[in-house]
């Protein structure tokens, strides 16, 4: 597995990175633009704080990349230009301050598919808007495109969740979801019911929220946890 | 464990669910509430396990003689208090062995080693045959419906609890599921004798499964009638249309016959 690490001493300036291989990507505390090509079909574990970055994707194969981010400024676009190329983004986050989660997803051939998911868990009143844009051109036909967008409250505060489908095929399938709230009451009741206090009950649906369908390793989950104990516990 | 619930009034958004509810169920007794969709059955347990979505407007429920109005869901569930769901809800992300371990260490207020915790859970999974694979997979996610229920009495025989209510514990389970899981609740209850249990169904199967001391017909809110373990029979033969002109009359052995 590539090991690469983005942090304050690497160079700012936009930098091109082959991936042929599974991958984990840490960027610290970084401001930085990343052109990443991939031609094989990869896992990709991105770790992302404190940092504000602008990834753009070249995909060529099936790839599936998940994001982890605290307090971070994202933007993101996947050109998917080979036919029958997928991409799966799982994307969780911690936010701080008022942040931004740009995705742009550019479907440039025929038959390829994505699927973005979106989780975010704003600690503060900041502000956490989450803009989606999924694009499909007028030549790229049985295209399937998803996103899932949600952002758990844990004060009061105002985010967005602006799904965006520019659809310019008509054999194209497209769905989005977004939900904006608190925690759910049935499922507080139900951890709560078990003994459960409060406080643990949050703290299970924070990582079942975070973690969702994230496919990591035990020692990548050991990193996310490491963030969710800092709140609860 | 004695439960004492007295002149319960319950409301959800200004409708009037329970209305002067009465209930005493006394340690190692087994009563059955049953009636038509809607009467708030569901209601009673979910009220009784604290349910903030309900609205308590008078009343109260005392556990051992001391009112539980102002504990919370988990305070109450540490006090003994078990609820089996209708419908137990799937969480993804969390798997099940992490939620059963989360549960059985807040309940107990101490931390059970990983050893003794596997080699307990490994033991209740065997005796209701759930397969230990699904303690590592996500909370009854992808679970069929009788694996869901297999999941609520495992929980239930972790948690050890004092009094326990069955919602609809029948539906999704198959017949030999079926008789696994009360088997599994007989068990318990013959190891703990002390254990009182409210069954909340709409069906005769499970009760000659788990034979109840008391059957309690609920209508308009509160509990019309009240008879032994042959009254559930009579009402799966003559429905509830029986009970609609009140009380009075329904004790007639003909209005059964």
Same mark, same amino acid.
């Given at each position: 597995?590539?090991?690469?690490?983005?942090?304050?001493?690497?160079?700012?300036?936009?930098?091109?990175?082959?991936?042929?291989?599974?991958?984990?990507?840490?960027?610290?505390?970084?401001?930085?633009?990343?052109?990443?090509?991939? !031609?094989?079909?990869?896992?990709?574990?991105?770790?992302?704080?404190?940092?504000?970055?602008?990834?753009? =994707? %070249?995909?060529?194969?099936?790839?599936?990349?998940?994001?982890?981010?605290? %307090?971070?400024?994202?933007?993101?676009?996947?050109?998917?230009?080979?036919?029958?190329?997928?991409?799966?983004?799982?994307?969780?986050?911690?936010?701080?301050?008022?942040?931004?989660? #740009? #995705?742009?997803?550019?479907?440039?051939?025929?038959?390829?598919?994505?699927?973005?998911?979106?989780?975010?868990?704003?600690?503060?009143?900041?502000?956490?808007?989450?803009?989606?844009?999924?694009?499909?051109?007028?030549?790229?036909?049985?295209?399937?495109?998803?996103?899932?967008?949600?952002?758990?409250?844990?004060?009061?505060?105002?985010? %967005?969740?602006?799904?965006?489908?520019?659809?310019?095929?008509?054999?194209?399938?497209?769905?989005?979801?977004?939900?904006?709230?608190?925690?759910?009451?049935?499922? &507080?009741?139900?951890?709560?019911?078990?003994?459960?206090?409060?406080?643990?009950?949050?703290? &299970?649906?924070?990582?079942?929220? #975070?973690?969702?369908?994230?496919?990591?390793?035990?020692?990548?989950?050991?990193?996310?946890?490491?963030?969710?104990?800092? =709140?609860?516990? | 464990?004695?439960?004492?619930?007295?002149?319960?009034?319950?409301?959800?958004?200004?409708?009037?669910?329970?209305?002067?509810?009465?209930?005493?169920?006394?340690?190692?007794?087994?009563?059955?509430?049953?009636?038509?969709?809607?009467?708030?059955?569901?209601?009673?347990?979910? #009220?009784?396990?604290?349910?903030?979505?309900?609205?308590?407007?008078?009343?109260?429920?005392?556990?051992?003689?001391?009112?539980?109005?102002?504990?919370?869901?988990?305070?109450?569930?540490? &006090?003994?208090?078990?609820?089996?769901?209708?419908?137990?809800?799937?969480?993804?992300?969390?798997?099940?062995?992490?939620?059963?371990?989360?549960?059985?260490?807040?309940?107990?207020?101490?931390?059970?080693?990983?050893?003794?915790?596997?080699?307990?859970?490994?033991?209740?999974?065997?005796? &209701?045959?759930?397969?230990?694979?699904?303690?590592?997979?996500?909370?009854?996610?992808?679970? !069929?419906?009788?694996?869901?229920?297999?999941?609520?009495?495992?929980?239930?025989?972790?948690?050890?609890?004092?009094?326990?209510?069955?919602?609809?514990? %029948?539906?999704?389970?198959?017949?030999?599921?079926?008789?696994?899981?009360?088997?599994?609740?007989?068990?318990?209850?013959?190891?703990?004798?002390?254990?009182?249990?409210?069954?909340?169904?709409?069906?005769?199967?499970?009760?000659?499964?788990?034979?109840?001391?008391?059957?309690?017909?609920?209508?308009?809110?509160?509990?019309?009638?009240?008879?032994?373990?042959?009254?559930?029979?009579?009402?799966?033969?003559?429905?509830?249309?029986?009970?609609?002109?009140?009380?009075?009359?329904?004790?007639?052995?003909?209005?059964?016959?």
């Amino acid at each position: 597995m590539n090991k690469i690490v983005v942090s304050k001493n690497n160079i700012k300036e936009e930098k091109i990175i082959y991936l042929d291989d599974d991958s984990e990507i840490y960027y610290d505390d970084v401001d930085v633009c990343l052109t990443l090509v991939v !031609s094989k079909p990869i896992c990709i574990f991105e770790y992302i704080r404190n940092s504000k970055i602008d990834i753009s =994707y %070249d995909i060529m194969s099936c790839v599936t990349i998940n994001r982890f981010g605290i %307090d971070s400024e994202i933007v993101s676009t996947f050109n998917i230009n080979k036919e029958l190329a997928k991409v799966k983004c799982y994307y969780s986050c911690f936010n701080l301050n008022d942040h931004k989660y #740009v #995705v742009n997803i550019n479907h440039l051939k025929e038959k390829t598919e994505s699927f973005v998911l979106s989780h975010g868990v704003n600690v503060s009143d900041k502000k956490l808007d989450f803009l989606i844009n999924t694009n499909v051109v007028s030549d790229s036909f049985d295209v399937v495109s998803n996103q899932d967008s949600k952002i758990l409250l844990l004060k009061d505060s105002n985010c %967005d969740i602006k799904p965006n489908l520019c659809i310019n095929n008509d054999d194209v399938v497209a769905n989005h979801s977004a939900y904006i709230g608190s925690f759910n009451k049935d499922l &507080l009741f139900y951890l709560m019911s078990r003994g459960i206090s409060y406080d643990d009950a949050c703290k &299970l649906i924070v990582k079942s929220f #975070v973690f969702s369908d994230m496919d990591i390793t035990f020692l990548q989950r050991g990193l996310i946890l490491e963030e969710i104990n800092k =709140y609860w516990r | 464990m004695d439960i004492k619930i007295v002149d319960l009034c319950v409301k959800v958004k200004d409708k009037e669910i329970l209305n002067n509810f009465n209930l005493n169920i006394n340690s190692g007794e087994i009563h059955v509430i049953m009636g038509p969709n809607g009467v708030g059955k569901s209601t009673l347990s979910k #009220v009784i396990m604290g349910n903030s979505d309900y609205d308590v407007v008078s009343g109260d429920i005392l556990v051992n003689g001391k009112s539980i109005k102002d504990l919370d869901v988990s305070q109450r569930a540490k &006090l003994g208090i078990f609820l089996s769901f209708q419908n137990p809800l799937e969480i993804e992300g969390v798997t099940n062995s992490e939620f059963l371990k989360t549960m059985v260490r807040d309940v107990r207020d101490s931390d059970i080693s990983l050893y003794d915790f596997i080699k307990e859970v490994n033991v209740c999974s065997e005796e &209701l045959e759930f397969n230990k694979d699904m303690l590592h997979r996500h909370i009854n996610q992808n679970f !069929s419906g009788g694996e869901k229920k297999k999941n609520e009495i495992l929980q239930m025989k972790m948690l050890r609890p004092k009094f326990i209510i069955l919602d609809e514990l %029948d539906s999704g389970l198959d017949v030999d599921s079926l008789h696994l899981v009360c088997s599994n609740i007989n068990k318990y209850l013959e190891d703990n004798p002390s254990c009182a249990v409210l069954i909340i169904t709409h069906y005769t199967r499970l009760l000659k499964e788990i034979v109840p001391d008391y059957v309690h017909v609920l209508k308009d809110g509160k509990i019309v009638y009240t008879g032994d373990s042959s009254l559930a029979e009579k009402i799966e033969k003559s429905g509830y249309k029986v009970f609609d002109n009140g009380t009075s009359n329904i004790a007639e052995d003909t209005v059964y016959e």
